[in-house]
């Protein structure tokens, strides 16, 4: 009786005797050739899912950026009117910045920053100065007004008359925000770049009120997210984020990468997030963690508020 040995699939040999040799053999490599097919279609379906949740995501960016104001689908918050403020609204962009309001931003920054970042100031000082003139910067521009024109500026406010961040008689630039569309671990997110305000306007949930303007925005353009960049060093800012506004370090954080790296870094990185994939790809899974630095954040945060508080006190009793 004839025996063979017939490779039938890559290094893999099959052992046939008889007759129906060579028809076993034929059978052995249709049935390796159809696998082989699934595994390839497999991929290939993958790679087609992959190519186009990328192309949607990148419409979602473009998208984003064709709105000339996104504070056109947000009137009603143009105007924030609370404890003892009366400010206004306008939008911007990086590279239609007059050269009073690029002057503006950089002195700001240096005030609000410079102690934060320590010696690394003079190299970030560089870096901002580069984004804050990018023209996918997007730009909220905040503008106090006396209480007594509060309503006369309210009723000149238009898209018409906003130009390069300052408002027709909309009164003094009292701070800003700085923000792009980008993704982020194939995540459509909105990231704060800079969120500045004067000291004499700080306490007054303005900053809050901001945030919350961002996220509306960010909602409304389809992201998964906000996520911003914040300073361990800038104790208050961190206790505003994650005890106040309930923002969560990221899985995209050094520390959360790496700990035994991260902890030497001086930045942690934060995110809000608003559906599932982005909250499984972007927010970090040690809850615990979390929780745990939110009380410190907020405990520390209450004590430097106290102790504000008591230094004001004395002063004015040495008055």
């Known amino acids: 009786m004839e025996e063979a040995k017939v490779p039938v699939h890559e290094n893999t040999i099959f052992v046939v005797s008889g007759p129906d040799l060579y028809k076993q ?4 490599s249709l049935t390796a050739l159809w696998d082989d097919h699934n595994v390839i279609s497999l991929k290939m379906a993958k790679r087609r899912e992959v190519l186009a949740k990328k192309r949607a995501n990148e419409e979602l960016i473009k998208a984003a950026y064709v709105e000339k104001d996104d504070l056109d689908y947000f009137r ?7 404890n003892g403020l009366s ?3 306008a939008s911007g962009r990086g590279n239609k910045l007059s050269i009073p309001v690029k002057h503006y931003i950089q002195n700001l920054l240096k005030l609000n920053m410079e102690g934060p970042y320590g010696s690394e100031w003079e190299a970030q000082e560089k870096v901002k100065r580069r984004e804050m003139v990018a023209p996918e910067a997007r730009y909220i521009f905040v503008h106090e007004v006396a209480n007594t024109n509060a309503k006369k500026t309210k ?14 008689n909309g ?7 700085q923000y792009r569309f980008i993704i982020e671990e194939e995540i459509p997110v909105l990231y704060v770049y800079e969120l500045q305000l004067e000291p004499r306007v700080q306490g007054k949930e303005l900053g809050k009120f901001l945030m919350q303007l961002l ?5 409304k353009n389809c992201m998964g997210a906000v996520m911003l960049t914040v300073q361990k060093a800038n104790i208050l800012a961190m206790n505003f984020y994650i005890s106040k506004l309930r923002y969560v370090i990221s899985t995209v954080s050094p520390s959360r990468i790496n700990p035994g790296i991260g902890i030497a870094k001086s930045y942690e990185i934060l995110c809000k997030t608003f559906n599932d994939e982005a909250k499984t ?9 979390n929780r745990e630095m939110i009380l410190t954040f907020s405990r ?10 008591l230094t004001w006190l004395i002063f004015f009793r040495f008055l």
């Open 25 to 28: 053999a034929n059978e052995f």
């Open 76 to 82: 009603p918050f143009r105007h924030y009117d609370r």
């Open 87 to 89: 400010v206004y609204l």
């Open 155 to 168: 009723m000149m406010l238009t898209a018409e008359n906003t130009s390069n961040g300052f408002l027709e």
């Open 171 to 177: 009164g003094p630039l009292v701070g800003f925000v």
């Open 215 to 219: 996220e509306l925005i960010a909602h």
């Open 281 to 289: 790809i972007l927010e970090a899974v040690l809850v615990n963690d």
């Open 300 to 309: 520390i945060g209450d004590e430097l508020e106290e102790t504000a508080r």
